[in-house]
T-cell receptor, first 111, second 115 residues
Framework: KQEVTQIPAALSVPEGENLVLNCSFT??????LQWFRQDPGKGLTSLLL?????REQTSGRLNASLDKSSGRSTLYIAASQPGDSATYLC??????????FGEGTQLTVNP | NAGVMQNPRHLVRRRGQEARLRCSPM?????VYWYRQLPEEGLKFMVY????????ESGMPKERFSAEFPKEGPSILRIQQVVRGDSAAYFC?????????????FGAGSRLTVL
């Protein structure tokens, strides 16, 4: 059974700081890994998708890496801004189009 | 294209009542997925449906929960005789094809509160 763990559960940083969010998964037989952003009372916004054959993806100030063999992914956020404050979710797709989510990291960026 | 539309956004029910949550997928999407997010927990897969067919319901509780996606109209997640433990956010996602997280679009969710 696939399990996804995210560390830390919560993180508070001052504006401008670079930060790393961690995600680990127990079954390395994944199709892909995806990072989402969830704002309070809102749905999920897809940030980055890494296919199982890829090592990393970048979008603006975000960079996600994937080490499938060790079951780990990181989301790097450069020069954080207060608008980055949200819950960040990691999810892996294993089979049947279903995603297994971690419990998320709640990020607060202080002005 | 209005995206994935879920309603109601907020629903309050008393124990024993029924809850019906609706999901209208994006135009052209024939695959619908329901996920549940309990308080302080991650999203958990519930069910995957195509038009008129349930493909995978392995995440659905065995009792009181049912889902459908008729040929016409939205997908419905139905919870009978609700209990306090059913209080959660229920998210719907849709895709035009089977598989591939990159084609999933999530709705804003329906938040159920059971008194």
């Amino acid at each position: 059974k696939q399990e996804v763990t995210q560390i830390p559960a919560a993180l508070s940083v001052p504006e401008g700081e670079n930060l790393v969010l961690n995600c680990s998964f127990t079954d390395s037989a994944i199709y892909n890994l995806q990072w989402f952003r969830q704002d309070p009372g809102k749905g999920l916004t897809s940030l980055l998708l890494i296919q199982s054959s890829q090592r990393e993806q970048t979008s603006g100030r975000l960079n996600a890496s994937l080490d499938k063999s060790s079951g780990r992914s990181t989301l790097y956020i450069a020069a954080s801004q207060p608008g980055d404050s949200a819950t960040y979710l990691c999810a892996v797709e294993t089979s049947g189009s279903r995603l297994t989510f971690g419990e998320g990291t709640q990020l607060t960026v202080n002005p | 294209n209005a995206g994935v539309m879920q309603n109601p956004r907020h629903l309050v029910r008393r124990r024993g009542q029924e809850a019906r949550l609706r999901c209208s997928p994006m135009k052209g999407h024939s695959h619908v997925y329901w996920y549940r997010q309990l308080p302080e927990e991650g999203l958990k897969f519930m069910v995957y449906l195509q038009k008129e067919n349930i493909i995978d319901e392995s995440g659905m509780p065995k009792e009181r929960f049912s889902a459908e996606f008729p040929k016409e109209g939205p997908s419905i997640l139905r919870i009978q005789q609700v209990v306090r433990g059913d209080s959660a956010a229920y998210f719907c996602a849709s895709s035009p094809v089977k598989g591939g997280a990159n084609v999933l679009t999530f709705g804003a969710g329906s938040r159920l509160t059971v008194l």
